[in-house]
């Protein structure tokens, strides 16, 4: 009794799940910065993830972070990987489970005095291996000055996730071109809430807003010092955030 089943569960051990990954409708995948204190949220284009990035690193857009390209799944990836990997597990045990009750019941005997009989219930048997769906589309997309390769990011990126290579005079004009943007469109998202009868709202996004672009500014300002610092000849590694402090900056 239960053949079907042992033989099933002991090639279980070391069995591999492929769950299939589909990029968006322009052709980009998903990935994540696998980094604990970073964990962006970027895409790389499908066929030069294939064809430019290579295996050995990849880099995160926003803090630079290198790993091995097979670190880069998403949060959501891993868990519907997850979930895929344990259906495909319940249908291979739910069918040889319903094998096994089918084989009992063939050896019973019509005649018997007792009948018994053995059925399974609860176990899909015919599990199709979902794709996972990739987000929305992002609206900015970017390609490398130096390998080609094309991303996507929402906010700003400082490295290119293929080679690292870092513009730090594209990406500053990049982060005050956004910033002007958001100031900008502050009499459209004004009216926006007036239209709904929501003024209080209104003033308190708009506020918000302000108070962001005068963080990404410091946070842009930040970057680009250090990364034109660190082009000095030998030298000295600069303190963490120093730009972001007026007079230590200066004096460095």
Request: aromatic share 10%.
């Amino acid at each position: 009794m239960f053949e079907n089943l042992q033989r099933e569960i002991s090639q279980l051990d070391g069995m591999k799940v492929s769950v299939p990954i589909e990029a968006d409708e322009d052709g980009f995948l998903d990935k994540e910065c696998p980094a604990d204190n970073c964990k962006f949220i970027f895409k790389v284009n499908e066929e030069d993830w294939a064809n430019i990035f290579k295996d050995e690193a990849v880099f995160c857009p926003m803090c630079g972070h290198s790993a091995e390209a097979d670190s880069w799944w998403t949060t959501e990836q891993v868990e519907h990987a997850k979930k895929q990997a344990f259906k495909q597990v319940e249908s291979i045990i739910g069918g040889a489970m319903k094998a096994d009750a089918r084989a009992f019941n063939r050896g019973q005997s019509r005649n018997s005095f007792i009948n018994m009989s053995m059925s399974v219930k609860g176990f899909n048997t015919h599990q199709m291996m979902l794709p996972f769906q990739a987000k929305e589309l992002f609206e900015r997309k970017n390609q490398c000055a130096e390998c080609k390769s094309r991303y996507a990011v929402i906010g700003s990126a400082y490295f290119c996730p293929c080679c690292g290579y870092n513009s730090v005079e594209k990406t500053f004009d990049d982060s005050i071109k956004k910033i002007f943007a958001k100031i900008d469109n502050t009499d459209i998202i004004r009216k926006a809430f007036h239209d709904i009868g929501q003024k209080d709202e209104a003033e308190i996004t708009i506020k918000s807003l302000v108070e962001s672009a005068l963080s990404d500014g410091v946070t842009a300002f930040q970057r680009l010092a250090d990364a034109l610092y660190s082009k000095i000849p030998d030298c000295k590694p600069a303190p963490f955030n120093v730009f972001q402090r007026i007079d230590d900056g200066n004096k460095l």
